[in-house]
């Protein structure tokens, strides 16, 4: 009997072991490993933070699903990892911590013949001075908690607006490293709608912070659409959005601290900076759990099972070379590390081997880099590539063929909400081939398959999200037939 452990219960993680379990039975034991006893879809956070959406339509409890799926299920933070065993046993390990009520703070080693890490990220507010919503100034919408408390202050922005105040809003990232800018301009543009539908946007200012060296960068470099027989560049096509909805950017910048009420960002075009606000949402940039691993004698080799970043290694080029000399071939295919084959290192737990979009740096030397984006429907499909790479492994013997889902072939649709309402809501709806561009196969469409590069925006696509919203929450939840929802 083959025992598989999975670190993370996320888009990833979830994934991998629903798929496992369902391939293997009874006959192999599927273990998930997560700190937090609930399942959150992180998309619709963005509604928690605006007031549109109660936190409990965004999560729900993960043991009685394991429990009903026969997964085996550790409330726990995964600390280290023991790839060659310890002086008890070969087999691969993993040290824990638990985190539920009951054995909080006991520790306990658990073997695996097989290992996934989908630890998700660690959230890094501490990288900017004053930034985070503990122990900082701004606000976050990371996770429901973090987006019931900022929908809280936007709603004492809008009393305030009422009251006859003029108010400033500042939304984008918190450093120059950070990713998942989509969900930034998501929360702009809900704040925007928001400020609206109260009937007191002409006395607010939204503007939008970010790392991307322009607007529809999203840390991919970019999109090129083709609209009425003619090319549109995202950056036009949001360009043209911010303005309509009257959103000022600042862009290729990097703040660098945040007080109770400026902050204080580097341009790298135009040098040190400064906005003042009443409320603020910038996202942290993201690193890795901080996992440890340790060879059979207890020596540490973290170094060869992870970046520096704290993300793991996998199948892919992490040679030091010029950004223009990176290409689509050096991202992984099978997201397996080559220390280890037995352990696989999806979502945002894998290390990316180079940026997407041009890193720069200011005047003064602060690194402005958007990291590549690591979410989504690309998220679940390394999950579920690495939970059938097993399932064949275990069937079939070490010879069998690894399934592959590299992120410079995969496509990937985007649904941004721009306004939650039935009736006066909108998205826009985006879809990008392949995720990571390929220069060499399509040089003058930014490196993507312009025939399956779209974007459009409009109340049909705030229909179409929600509508996603309730299926995924179905498929996470393992309902009949969830493994028909595809990734």
């Given at each position: 009997m083959a025992r598989i452990v999975i670190l993370g219960a996320g888009v990833a993680g979830h994934t991998a072991a629903l798929h496992a379990k369902r391939k293997l039975g009874a006959d192999h034991e599927v273990v998930v490993v997560s700190p937090n006893s609930k399942w959150n879809w992180i998309p619709s956070n963005i509604w928690v933070g605006v007031g549109r959406m109660p936190a409990e339509k965004v999560v729900f409890p993960l043991a009685p699903i394991y429990r009903r799926k026969h997964i085996e299920f550790h409330q726990a933070l995964a600390?280290?990892?023991?790839?060659?065993?310890?002086?008890?046993?070969?087999?691969?390990?993993?040290?824990?911590?638990?985190?539920?009520?009951?054995?909080?703070?006991?520790?306990?080693?658990?073997?695996?013949?097989?290992?996934?890490?989908?630890?998700?990220?660690?959230?890094?507010?501490?990288?900017?001075?004053?930034?985070?919503?503990?122990?900082?100034?701004?606000?976050?919408?990371?996770?429901?908690?973090?987006?019931?408390?900022?929908?809280?202050?936007?709603?004492?922005?809008?009393?305030?607006?009422?009251a006859g105040q003029r108010q400033t809003v500042v939304v984008g990232i918190g450093h120059g490293t950070c990713t998942c800018e989509g969900a930034a301009f998501e929360y702009a543009l809900n704040v925007?709608?928001?400020?609206?539908?109260?009937?007191?946007?002409?006395?607010?200012?939204?503007?939008?912070?970010?790392?991307?060296?322009?607007l529809g960068d999203f840390g991919v470099g970019g999109m090129v659409f083709e609209e009425k027989g003619r090319r549109v560049t995202s950056s036009e096509w949001m360009e043209s959005l911010f303005h309509e909805r009257d959103v000022r950017a600042i862009t290729h910048a990097a703040p660098t601290e945040i007080t109770d009420r400026v902050i204080h960002y580097d341009s790298v075009a135009d040098g040190?900076?400064?906005?003042?606000?009443?409320?603020?949402?910038?996202l942290p940039p993201f690193g890795g759990v901080g996992l440890e691993a340790y060879d059979r004698d207890g020596n540490d080799i973290t170094s060869e099972l992870f970046a520096p970043s704290g993300f793991m290694l996998v199948d892919a080029d992490y040679g030091d070379k010029p950004f223009d000399e990176w290409r689509a071939a050096d991202w992984p295919r099978t997201y397996r590390s080559p220390r280890n084959p037995n352990i696989f290192g999806v979502g945002i737990a894998f290390a990316p081997p180079?940026?997407?979009?041009?890193?720069?740096?200011?005047?003064?030397?602060?690194?402005?880099?958007?990291?590549?984006?690591?979410?989504?429907?690309?998220?679940?499909?390394?999950?579920?590539?690495?939970?059938?790479?097993?399932?064949?492994?275990?069937?079939?013997?070490?010879?069998?063929?690894?399934?592959?889902?590299?992120?410079?072939?995969?496509?990937?649709?985007?649904i941004a909400s721009t306004g939650a309402h039935m009736l006066r809501g909108s998205a826009?709806?985006?879809?990008?081939?392949?995720?990571?561009?390929?220069?060499?196969?399509?040089?003058?469409?930014?490196?993507?398959?312009?025939?399956?590069?779209?974007?459009?925006?409009?109340?049909?696509?705030?229909?179409?999200?929600?509508?996603?919203?309730?299926?995924?929450?179905?498929?996470?939840?393992?309902?009949?037939?969830w493994y028909l929802i595809p990734e």
């Open positions: 600390t280290a990892i023991r790839p060659d065993g310890d002086a008890e046993d070969a087999r691969g390990a993993v040290d824990i911590r638990y985190t539920d009520p009951k054995r909080s703070g006991q520790t306990a080693r658990l073997r695996y013949d097989y290992l996934i890490n989908a630890t998700g990220p660690k959230l890094r507010f501490e990288a900017t001075p004053g930034l985070g919503p503990d122990g900082g100034h701004t606000a976050s919408v990371c996770t429901p908690g973090h987006a019931v408390d900022a929908a809280a202050q936007l709603d004492d922005v809008i009393a305030r607006l009422r925007d709608h928001e400020l609206r539908e109260a009937g007191v946007r002409d006395r607010a200012e939204v503007v939008y912070l970010s790392n991307e060296p322009e040190p900076g400064s906005i003042e606000y009443d409320f603020a949402m910038l180079h940026a997407i979009t041009r890193p720069a740096r200011t005047a003064a030397g602060v690194v402005v880099a958007p990291a590549p984006p690591r979410t989504g429907m690309p998220s679940g499909m390394m999950g579920k590539i690495a939970a059938f790479t097993i399932v064949d492994l275990i069937r079939q013997g070490g010879d069998a063929r690894p399934h592959e889902a590299p992120m410079p072939e995969l496509a990937a649709a985007c826009a709806t985006m879809t990008m081939s392949p995720v990571v561009p390929d220069y060499q196969r399509y040089p003058d469409t930014a490196g993507r398959d312009i025939a399956e590069t779209r974007g459009e925006i409009g109340l049909a696509g705030h229909w179409l999200k929600r509508m996603l919203h309730t299926a995924f929450i179905y498929k996470a939840k393992a309902l009949p037939f």
